[in-house]
């Protein structure tokens, strides 16, 4: 049985992910307090409230939208998703532009944006918008919860839709294990996930919690490399919420002689290395556009410089996918040209941060460039993948001490500008050898979280 300490760590990483939870996940929190926590109703309810983890009952995601619930109601499927998506679109956009303000509902900007895209998510899925009507034209206030009323924990912890996808997932973590004891994860090495409190986040990364995600993809657009959709837990681990920039990959040349474009050693690229720089002045104007015509090679060592790493590729996708299960794309399953630089719509690289980022916050997962992975390409990986912080090509310690050495292909995920929308799906794997260097292709940089 869990304690009292572990239900706090369970909810200080919940609350990384969602600063609000539904009523419904409010009673599924004191269940599993009760039940795996041995915790009674009120110190559970306690704990809840001192981690400032706020029930959301107050929004009509209608409201939130702007929407009537007459004329949603009177519209056949693809009108109202059409009507709910340019509606959140519209918000979402205007939020971005606010920057960090505080609301007058004293929420952040951040806040907000979590709580349009719980709007967008339920009201577009046409059982969770009737499921949502229905509780909407309920008794507004819950009902006092006693220990009595409480359910035995038998199923999914949340037998309704949880407020995201993410909340889902971090919530999800503790039961998860339950059901993986056959692959050796213990409950204990789950709810290790730090506390508020405890994790200072780097400057602009942002903290990817740890959980389960469903890897890979089934769709019809996937191709053999992509299959089988496989279960896979990643650490909590921090990532870049941006693209390494021209600015950034400059300052680490003025420190690192070794790799400016006519220092560099030549096993280390294909004669393309930072073939528009003039010497070690990238390109007028491009200041904050992601750095391209870097090799994998040259991409580890700036990464051992910044004292990160590349992400694995099991990262880059959990971090991509934003939370979310089964879609195609970091925001949902349709493609959108105001969300991603792709197809040569803009005919070049865009600056870092131009689009929205994902429900994690990150930004440019889904084109702008291809973004190198520490893996090494295995065609057949995800058929022998282990379940925990799977890597291709040896352990990560081993990779990070040999990297010069290495010549096996290495993965690239994401897309890039000239990218059709099939490639710039969150579960296309590419390669190329690590000297490659190409003006489609950068980095990011990712770091593991240290208890």
């Known amino acids: 049985m869990l304690g009292r300490e572990e239900f706090i760590t369970f909810i200080n990483t919940l609350k990384t992910v969602s600063p609000t939870i539904t009523d419904e996940q409010r009673i599924g929190l004191l269940r599993q307090a009760s039940q ?46 059409t009507s709910v998506e340019m509606a959140h679109k519209k918000r979402y956009s205007a939020s971005l532009r606010a920057g960090a303000r505080i609301r ?80 050796s994860v213990t409950t204990s090495e789950i709810t290790s996930a730090p506390t508020i409190s405890s994790v200072d986040v780097p400057p602009d990364m942002v903290l990817i919690p740890a959980g389960e995600f469903q890897m890979g993809s089934n769709d019809e657009e996937a191709n053999e490399s992509e299959k089988p959709v496989h279960r896979v837990y990643i650490d909590a681990f921090y990532m870049d919420k941006y693209l390494v920039t021209n600015e950034q990959y400059k300052a680490f040349l003025e420190a690192n002689p ?5 220092g560099i050693h030549r096993d280390f690229h294909n004669g393309n290395y930072l073939r528009t720089w003039n010497r070690n002045n990238y390109p007028k104007g491009k200041t904050n556009h992601p750095v391209v015509n870097v090799s994998w090679y040259a991409a580890m060592a700036y990464a051992e410089w910044a004292d990160k790493r590349l992400p694995t590729e099991a990262e880059w996708e959990k971090a991509a996918r934003g939370g979310l299960t089964g879609k195609k794309y970091p925001w949902g399953d349709q493609i959108d040209t105001i969300r991603a630089n792709y197809g040569e719509n803009i005919g070049a690289t865009t600056a870092v941060g131009e689009y929205p980022p994902n429900d994690y916050g990150v930004h440019d997962m889904a084109g702008n460039v291809w973004e190198w992975c520490l893996d090494e390409h295995d065609l057949d990986f995800y058929a022998q993948a282990p379940y925990r912080n799977p890597v291709a090509g040896g352990d990560i310690t081993e990779i990070l001490n040999n990297f010069t050495t290495l010549k096996t292909y290495r993965v690239l995920r994401g897309g890039s500008w000239v990218s059709i929308p099939r490639y710039v799906r969150v579960a296309p794997r590419f390669k190329f050898t690590p000297a490659h260097s190409i003006n489609n292709v950068g980095f990011r940089c990712a770091r593991p979280v240290s208890f």
């Open 258 to 262: 070794q790799w400016q474009k006519n």
């Open 104 to 183: 007058p509902d004293g929420r952040t900007e951040e806040q907000w944006r979590s709580t349009l895209n719980q709007a967008r998510d339920t009201l577009t899925d046409a059982q969770k918008r009737q499921e949502y009507l229905a509780t909407l034209l309920s008794e507004e206030n819950p009902p006092e919860i006693h220990l009595s009323d409480i359910p035995p924990l038998e199923n999914e912890f949340l037998d309704t839709e949880p407020v995201s996808e993410a909340a889902s997932a971090s919530i999800l973590s503790v039961d998860e294990s339950q059901r993986a004891e056959s692959m």
């Open 36 to 81: 795996q926590y041995d915790l009674t109703v009120d110190e559970a309810t306690e704990i809840l409230k001192a981690a400032g983890l706020a029930v959301d009952e107050g929004v009509n995601y209608f409201e939130v939208l702007g929407l009537s619930i007459t004329e949603i109601q009177s519209q056949n499927e693809a009108d109202i998703a």
